[in-house]
């Protein structure tokens, strides 16, 4: 059974940066983790950005764009969300998530858009 694992959450002032990163583990054959949500207390999981989610290129939410940056190391099958001039609105677990490379996907933005997902790691931004 695949799992994605994060790690790299914590407790970060606002306006200082935060790296999460994110690997399969377990049977992870072509499972590789492309996108990151983040889900506040209260709220819907929402979509932070993704690469080679489509295409080539990278989304992001117009929420981090420009403070976040997602990167991935195909060789160490490894995606890293690297956030900065971090806001109290950006505390939330945050998930990263999958697809199944059997499967043809017609969005990206939403949850269901993806298969596999990790149990998050919390960051949050005080001050």
């Known amino acids: 059974q695949v799992q994605l694992v994060e790690s790299g959450g914590g407790s970060v002032q606002a306006g200082g940066s935060r790296g999460l990163s994110c690997t399969p583990s377990g049977r992870a054959f072509r499972i590789f983790p492309i996108a990151w949500f983040r889900q506040a207390p209260g709220k819907d999981r929402e979509f932070v950005g993704c690469?080679?989610?489509?295409?080539?290129?990278?989304y992001y939410a117009d929420s981090v764009k420009d403070r976040f940056t997602i990167s991935s190391d195909y060789a160490k099958n490894t995606l890293y969300l690297q956030m900065t001039s971090l806001k109290s609105e950006d505390t939330a677990v945050y998930y990263c998530a999958a697809r199944s490379p059997s499967k043809v996907y017609s969005g990206i933005y939403s949850p269901d858009d993806y298969d596999y997902w990790g149990q998050g790691t919390p960051v949050t931004v005080s001050g």
């Open positions: 690469i080679r989610c489509s295409g080539t290129s990278t």
